[in-house]
């Protein structure tokens, strides 16, 4: 049996042993994966540990997913771009791999909603590490236009200024917001304390997309803000299950089906 596990802190509420669990069941792959706690000044000594007791890739989610970064020996095109790593593979030579799956995750989701991001007008709010994480992918599906707009301007211009060799992209305050986008994709962490970004009337278009990469059992701020002005709320739950997904086809060479498992997953939330 191989061993996987999930790093945070806290970790202990992740949904992500469940999710490889289905994942295993489904494609026969002998593996465990379990949640560990990494104290918060030693990620690389509990992920050295780790692969010492036999582990052969993780996944990272916060607060260490930059310090995975740095711990890795190769790193993937796109987890370069993202400064961030949430998959770690542990190579035959002994080295450490890292690749950053959020993006794919978001980009599957979004297709698995029937949104087409080819020629759209985006939107993506927050200009943190959720961000920059998915920017890639996002920019890969040719949107007409990509605006990253975040509460400090500044942050917004400087990672649009770090992706605009990959597509149209601008970035600026929520000041600088005009409407109407196709899809707004909110990833700052707002929703987390109840708040909603200053935005203005008449962001969407007449068919439009709110996508929240939180998610919980009821709808966030933004979403209830967005489903009274018309647009289709959709939260970040599949997007959880896709990266999944994705760092599990890393790893095993399988793609699971996600479809059942997120809806295991809906009903339980
Ligand atoms: P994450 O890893 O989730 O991206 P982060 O890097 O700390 O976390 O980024 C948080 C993002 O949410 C930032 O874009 C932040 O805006 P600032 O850069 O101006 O701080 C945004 N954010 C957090 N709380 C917010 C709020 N109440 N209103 C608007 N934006 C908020």
Redesign the pocket.
Known sequence: TDRYCVFGHPVAHSKSPAIHAAFAEQTGEAIAYTAIEAPLDDFAGAWRRFVAEGGRGANVT?PF?EEAFRLCDTLSQRARRAGAVNTLILGGNGQTYGDTTDGVGLVRDLKRHGVSLAGARVLV????????GVLEPLLAEAPGSLLVA???AE?AERLAADFDDLGEIAGGGFDAVAGPFDLVIN????S??G???PLPDGLFAKVATAYDMMYGADPTVFLRWAAERGARPVDGLGMLVEQAAESFFQWRGKRPDTAPVLARLREAL
């Not at 709010?125 to 920059?132: D, K, N, Q």
């Not at 990833?187 to 707002?190: K, N």
């Open positions: 916060v997913k709010l927050g200009a943190g590490g959720a961000v920059r975040n509460r400090t942050k990833g700052t962490s707002a987390l304390a708040d909603l970004p």
